[in-house]
C-alpha cells in the first residue's frame, strides 16, 4: 500500500494541477473528421482523441512559458504517451481493477480546490465552456487507474532485503532527513538487451544533447523533443523528491552541483540520462506517532462483483460486532494474504505508510474501535486500531523510512523497464 504518484498533462493521481478551460474548450469546439491514428492489440486509437490530448499538452506548456516543437515531434511523443496509456488501461481491466465513485469524487474534489472552486462551481464553469463533464471525470478516472495498476504491478517486482536496508542506513542516515531536489531531466533510452552498436548510438545521442544545452539550446525543449521518458511532456521537470529517494545514479551526483547546473550523460541500464538541478531545499526529522491495526480485506474480482464485496465486507463487520473474533474471520476471508495469516494485523505503522483513504480511515477510528467499511483501490476494508504510540526517529523507525526510501528509489528504474515489456509485448500499429 505504499503511495507512488505520476504524472501526464495536467492532472496527476496524487497531486492535480488545475485544469486549463481555454485548451478543454476549444477541443470541445473542434469536430474533426475523426479516423485511426493507431491499432494498440485489438483497440483503435482515434485522431480525435489524439487532437485533444495535443490540446492539452500545448496549453500546458504555455502555461510554463516553454516554446513547443514543431507539431509533428509533439504529436509523435503524445501519440507514443498515448500509446502506452492505452497498454496499461487494457492491463488494468484485464485484472479486474476499477476505480471507486469515492476515490473519483475525492480527484475531482481536490482538482476543483486547485481552482478554488467547489465541485459544483466546477462544473458549472465546464458546462458553460462547453466541455462535458463526463469527460474531466473519464480523464481522472484513467489516471486514477493508470496509477493503481502501477502501484501493484510495479511494486510486486521490487524486493528489498535487511542487507539493502542496513548498508543504505550505514552510508546515508542523514540523506533521510536532509535535502529535497527538484530536477530537469532527459533521458535517451537503449531497448532491453541492447546490442554494442545500439548502446553506442544512444550514448553519441546523449552527448550531442549536452553540447547542445552547454551551447545554450533550452532544456524544456529538447526534453519535450528527445526524451524517452515520463517528464518529457513536462519540459522534463519532476515533482520534489527526497534524495535518498531519488536513482543512486542522480543522488551520487546532485549534493556536488549548483543550482542550474547540467550534468553530463549518466548511465544506467535503462539508457543515458542528462539532469539539470533545478531547486533544493532542506527537511528536519520529525517526532511520529505510529498506529497498530489489522484489517480485513474484501476485493472485487472476476467472480466477485463491487455490489458483493461491498456487501460481504459489511456482513463480517456486523458478525464482528455481536462478538466474533476479528482475526478468525481475517484469517478465513481476508484478501490482503500476506497479513491474513496473522489475523489481518499489519504492525506498528508511522504515517504515510499506507495509501490515504486508508490512512484516513486508521486517523479516524479510535483506539480499540473498528471503522466503518471503506473503499481503496484495493478493495473494500475494515479495521480495528488496536494501539497508539508516540515514537522517535530511532532505529526501528528509520529502518522503515529507509525501506520506503528504497523502494521509491526502484520504483521509477523498475517502471521503466516494465512499461518497456508491457509495450514490447503489445502488438502496435502506427497508421
Known sequence: MIKKSINWIFISCTVFSALSFSALSAQAARQPLDHVVAVVNEEALMESELDSKLGSVYQNLRQRNITPPTREVLRKQVLDRLILDTIQMQKAEESGMRVSDTELNKALSNVAQQNKMTVQQFQQVLERQGIPFSSVRDQISRELLISQLRQRRVGERIRISEQEVDSFLAQEKTELSSTDYKLQQITVAIPEKATPEQVALADKSAQDIYQQLIQGEDFSQLAIRLSDDEYALQGGETDW????ELPILFADQLPAMDINEISLPLRSPSGFHIIRLLEKRGGPSKLVTETLARHILIAPTALRTEAQARTLVNKLRQRIQKGEDFAELALTYSDDKASASDGGNLGW????????????????TRVDSMSPAFRSQFGWHIL?????????IGDQVLKEQARQQLFKRKFDTELDNWLREQKAAAYIEIR
Open 241 to 244: 523528491r527526497r534524495g535518498s
Open 349 to 364: 505503522a508511522k504515517p504515510g505508510k499506507y495509501v490515504p483513504q486508508f490512512e484516513a480511515a486508521i486517523k479516524n
Open 384 to 392: 480495528r486500531v488496536e494501539g497508539r504510540r508516540s515514537q522517535d
